[in-house]
């Protein structure tokens, strides 16, 4: 019964549309950081950028996370992927800003806020097996109650 169940490519992207409220890729931010074990080396290491030296290589010099390798760039990620702290202070910036010290339960960070993205609706392409699987479902429930349907009227019940 279930696998007679066969979806369109014009089905889906209609039950997308249909949904598309539902499909939403949540604000993302990309950033870079630099970790060191005290706020008096962090305030150093901001005074230091502030006369000049890059973000970039104040991480590769200073960092003790292995993202120094690439300047401290952490790239793109949302909110629950940061320990709170570290997230607060992200999601609060400016893109281009640079924090102040900012202690986490790994020692004491700057952040460099590169870039905000946006909350949106996610692209078709992006949700596609998503689409499918929940218009699948919907499709499975509807011929299950159809059946159960039929057979209430072909069989009488009785409950005991």
Sequence with gaps: MFNQIILSDEELK???????????????????????????KATEILEDITDGLSFEDAAKEFSSC??????????????????????????????????GPVKTQFGYHLIKLTERIPERNSSFEEVVQEVKDSCFMEKQEKVYNDK???LSKKYKVEIL
């Excluded at 209609?14 to 939403?24: F, I, L, R």
Aim: aromatic share 10%; hydrophobic share 35%.
């Design 66 to 99: 292995p993202s120094k390798e690439a300047g401290g760039a952490l790239g793109q990620f949302g909110k629950g992927q940061m320990v709170p702290e570290f997230e607060d202070a992200v999601f609060a910036m400016q893109a281009g800003e640079i924090s």
């Design 14 to 40: 209609g039950y997308y549309e249909k949904h598309k409220d539902t499909y939403v890729t949540q604000e993302m931010v990309k950033a870079s950081h630099i970790l060191v074990d005290s706020e008096e």
């Design 148 to 150: 159960k349907s039929e």
